[in-house]
């Protein structure tokens, strides 16, 4: 049988990098389009066709799409940061709406009929539910989920117009390694507080500082669900499975129905380091909401799906083993 094609914007990233090591061993052909704007080409599987190219640079990138016929396409880049869309609210309009916009437009004139897009729990914004579903109202409260969100619209709109299917996964707080310590967090202002933690435990920043511990939560500090990003990859192969036999338009939070706040993050870092990182309280982030947890019902049963990292332990210590190793990479 002949393998598939598919095509991954981002794959030099965190999470794109993962998602491209399971799909090679799963047997796929995959062309990787990255510009290394945040990615690392190390991060990169040497089996991946990889094109170091801008998604939205359409003379290259309908080089590629001219080259091979892709069966499904999976779009994570962008850019990332809250605090930097705050400041920067255009550049996150260009990146995450414009740029993919023109891409998938693109990838519409060269008949790629089927997507998976890499959303975020941040649209649905401020909210007293406890868990948050995907039939739950969106309200984002910064330009970086904003962008995002524009970008789902406008994927729902065209899925209408031009009878294309797409999946939207919306990833709630990412975190840990691969177990092989092939990919991990390589930025060096990453803003995800494993990764800060990590770089306290392992002596690359002197302090963790808490942003805000006056929060309506049990402990003042805020909540949020974190994911193996191993098991995410695993939730985009089955996606892709999906869509390749034809499943239809859907949309899917990704996390566990579980949340953690900052001070039991930091203590579960200090129980596996038998010792304990130093953190002050500093004041809140604009654009941070006070607790985020997934329902993760739909896409569990869709799939009967059971995740096989989900536990805050797991996180930590291949999140710990990847810092120490990331200045050898
Ligand atoms: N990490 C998280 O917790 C999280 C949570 C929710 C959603 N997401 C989404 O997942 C996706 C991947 O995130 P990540 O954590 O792997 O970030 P990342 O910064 O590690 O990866 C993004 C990759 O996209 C590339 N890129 C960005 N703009 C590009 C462009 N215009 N053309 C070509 N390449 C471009 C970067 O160089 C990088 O390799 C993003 O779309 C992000 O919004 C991430």
Request: hydrophobic share 35%.
């Amino acid at each position: 049988m002949l393998k598939k094609n598919i095509l991954v914007t981002g794959g030099a990233g965190y999470i794109g990098s993962h998602v491209v090591n399971l799909l090679i061993e799963k047997g796929y052909n995959i062309t990787v389009i990255d510009s290394l704007i945040t990615g690392s080409k190390k991060l990169v599987n040497k089996k991946a066709d990889f094109f170091i190219c801008d998604v939205s640079d359409k003379k290259k990138v309908s080089k590629i799409l001219k080259k091979k016929k892709f069966d499904v396409v999976l779009h994570f880049a962008g850019l990332i940061r809250v605090d930097e869309s705050i400041k920067k609210p255009k550049k996150y309009f260009l990146f995450n709406f414009k740029k993919s916009k023109i891409f998938f437009e693109n990838c519409i004139n060269h008949n790629i009929k089927k997507i998976i897009f890499s959303s975020t729990a941040s649209l649905y914004g401020n909210t007293k539910k406890k868990k948050i579903s995907e039939k739950n109202e969106v309200k984002p409260i910064n330009p970086y989920a904003k962008s995002k969100l524009k970008f789902e619209n406008y994927l729902v709109k065209k899925s209408k117009s031009h009878n294309l299917k797409f999946i939207i996964l919306r990833y709630f707080n990412v975190a840990g390694a691969d177990k092989k310590l092939r990919s991990g967090l390589i930025s060096k202002y990453s803003t995800h507080l494993i990764k800060v933690a990590c770089e306290v435990a392992t002596g690359k920043r002197k302090i963790l500082i808490v942003n805000g511990s006056d929060y309506n939560t049990p402990d003042g500090t805020p909540i949020r669900d974190y994911i193996h990003v191993s098991d995410l990859a695993d939730i985009h192969y089955i996606c892709a499975k999906y869509l390749l036999k034809d499943g239809s338009s859907q949309i899917f939070n990704c996390g566990y129905g579980k949340g953690y706040s900052v001070f039991e993050v930091i203590n579960a870092i200090n129980k596996i380091l038998k010792r304990k990182i130093p953190y002050k309280i500093g004041p809140r982030r604009d654009g941070d909401v006070e607790q985020i947890i997934a329902d993760t019902k739909k896409f569990n049963k869709f799939f009967s799906w059971q995740p096989k990292n989900n536990s805050l332990k797991k996180i930590i210590n291949t999140a710990l083993a990847w810092e120490k190793i990331l200045e050898k990479k």
